[in-house]
């Protein structure tokens, strides 16, 4: 089982930043990838970005250039740096950690953080 504990949502002006982080515990695994995922109401979750243990990033195209993804692998902790913010970026991110071992995929999801994009 993996632990994943988010922080940094909140409201914020369009233009303006935040910061999400969430850090894994219980039983992680070296190769893994960690991301956040978004849900607008009404909407399907969608990827945002995510960022492997070898170094891999991959974006949504609707964020690129404005967010950014970075790991502490010592701390198993993943972050979102959001710059730029726009009404249409407002959804519940969620924290996603999954990994491969002995021929299947695991997966876990934090409990979502609101981020409000609103002036």
């Known amino acids: 089982q993996v632990q994943l504990v988010e922080s940094g949502g909140g409201l914020v002006q369009p233009g303006g930043s935040l910061r999400l982080s969430c850090k894994a515990s219980?039983?992680?695994?070296?190769?893994?990838?960690m991301g956040w995922f978004r849900q607008a109401p009404g909407e399907q979750r969608e990827l945002v970005a995510t960022?492997?243990?070898?170094?891999?990033?991959t974006y949504a195209d609707s964020v690129k250039d404005r967010f950014t993804i970075s790991r502490d692998s010592a701390e198993n902790t993943v972050y979102l740096q959001m710059n730029s913010l726009k009404p249409e970026d407002t959804a519940v991110y969620y924290c996603?950690?999954?990994?491969?071992?002995?021929?299947?995929?695991?997966?876990?999801w934090g409990q979502g953080t609101q981020v409000t994009v609103s002036s």
């Open positions: 219980g039983k992680i695994f070296s190769i893994n990838t």
């Open positions: 960022a492997t243990s070898l170094g891999r990033t």
């Open positions: 996603h950690h999954k990994y491969f071992h002995d021929y299947d995929w695991y997966e876990f």
